[in-house]
């Protein structure tokens, strides 16, 4: 049996090709498309690859009979040792480009009904993981079979689609600070949005929970940051107090005993400096009567969310913030985030007004937002 590999620009050209060098008798295994050329994965060209086989016995037997030769008797004889030994040689040669065929076939091959193409062309585009959309789109696929998405509405597709997306997130906890505790510590990077962040959750807690609210803030390197909290403070009626030890902080703590929720504003510094989260241990007393919340802008990119929340693990985080939603066309690397870690988020925040551009995250409300950006 002879296997040879053909490369074409359409499958025209590819079996023009094969008839030419294996003939009519040729048998194609296997074909895909496949990519060439290009510089840093742009300008490239798509082709076929297409596998073919041709049998030369058969080949042979069928040339045999086409000229009405008389068949000969057949031969009785054993094969010998080392014709066997060839023979299974060139079988197990055989399995093994099949069986190397297949994977990247399954893994390269994206060719979906034209409705479930739509959702699949959206995800890459919101950056959505391949790992994720690809188990999402496996998920569909088979659902599309198994009930004839073809007679279902794209309203149903679309519920498939949020259906599955949840499932990524079906480990993650959802919701606002719902007061269990008493300290709501607010952690994350420079310019992630934290102040603005806890200003919006203050004004919820006094106006609309009528909560005893204050601030405590360790964000002693900015002093524009203490003073935009002031400034908040002010509005709200809310006090503040700044702290620049543990002993500070246990001060502080004691002085507003009364108060029913107490804001932390951590002091926001360069993520990439693992100093940054060790000295927040020496600032914060974490205790069972604090949750922290991490804040993440969507304008980061998801290779730096990751590096973010890797750095900030060195302290307990319970839920995630996502803020500046509005500030970005692309927002799937939450989903990856969430998945990723699975930790769920408790807010997202769509802008700078305080308090009004602030939601509650859930499951669902977090994958409408993906699917409506």
């Known amino acids: 049996m002879k296997v040879k ?15 030419a060098e294996l003939g009519q008798d040729a048998v194609i295994l296997n074909s895909k498309k496949v990519e060439s050329g290009g510089f840093l994965g742009f300008f490239t060209k798509k082709n076929i690859e297409v596998i073919a086989a041709l049998d030369m016995e058969a080949r042979s037997e069928r040339r045999k009979h086409s000229a009405r030769e008389k068949p000969k008797p057949p031969i009785n004889r ?16 055989l399995k093994a480009m099949i069986k190397g065929i297949g994977p ?29 959309r690809l188990t999402v789109m496996k998920h569909l696929l088979k659902k599309w079979y198994q009930e004839d998405g073809e007679s279902q509405s794209e309203e149903t597709i679309s519920n498939w689609v949020t259906d599955e997306l949840l499932t990524l997130l079906k480990d993650c906890h959802f919701g606002a600070f719902n007061y269990n505790k008493k300290y709501l510590n607010v952690v994350g990077p420079t310019g992630a949005g934290k102040t603005t962040t806890i ?26 940051a203490i003073e935009q909290l002031k ?28 108060y029913d929720f107490i804001l932390v504003d951590s002091a926001g510094r360069n993520f990439r400096n693992p100093l940054y989260v060790e000295q927040l241990n020496q600032v914060i007393d974490f205790n ?14 998801y290779r730096d969310m990751k590096k973010i929340v890797e750095q900030f693990k060195l302290i307990d ?5 996502f803020s500046k939603l509005d500030e970005t066309e692309t ?8 998945a990723d870690y699975h930790l769920g988020a408790s807010y997202f925040a769509t802008g700078q007004n305080v308090p009004d551009d602030i939601e509650e995250a859930t499951a669902i409300n977090m994958v409408q937002q993906l699917l409506r950006s």
């Not at 054993?78 to 040669?93: H, R």
């Not at 919820?204 to 803030?217: G, H, P, S």
């Not at 908040?232 to 246990?250: M, Q």
């Open 199 to 224: 200003a919006k959750i203050a004004a919820k807690a006094v106006l609309k929970d009528e909560k005893k609210v204050a601030f405590i803030t360790t964000d002693t390197f900015r002093i524009a």
């Open 78 to 93: 054993q094969v010998t040792e080392q014709e066997q030994v060839k023979l299974s040689k060139e079988i197990d040669e």
């Open 231 to 258: 400034t908040y403070g002010k509005i709200l009626n809310v006090p503040v107090e700044v702290v620049y030890s543990i002993k500070d902080f246990k001060e502080a703590v004691k002085k507003l005993s009364d």
């Open 104 to 132: 990247s076939v399954s893994q390269s091959s994206e060719d979906y009904p034209d409705v479930l193409n739509t959702f699949n062309t959206y995800l890459k585009d919101q950056e959505v993981h391949d790992t994720y």
């Open 5 to 19: 590999k053909f490369v074409a620009k359409d499958m025209t050209e590819a079996m023009t090709k094969v008839k």
């Open 331 to 338: 927002i799937g690397a939450m989903i990856n985030i969430m």
């Open 317 to 321: 985080i319970d839920k995630l913030i």
């Open 288 to 301: 069972e009567q604090m949750e922290t919340h991490l804040v993440l802008a969507m304008t980061s990119k």
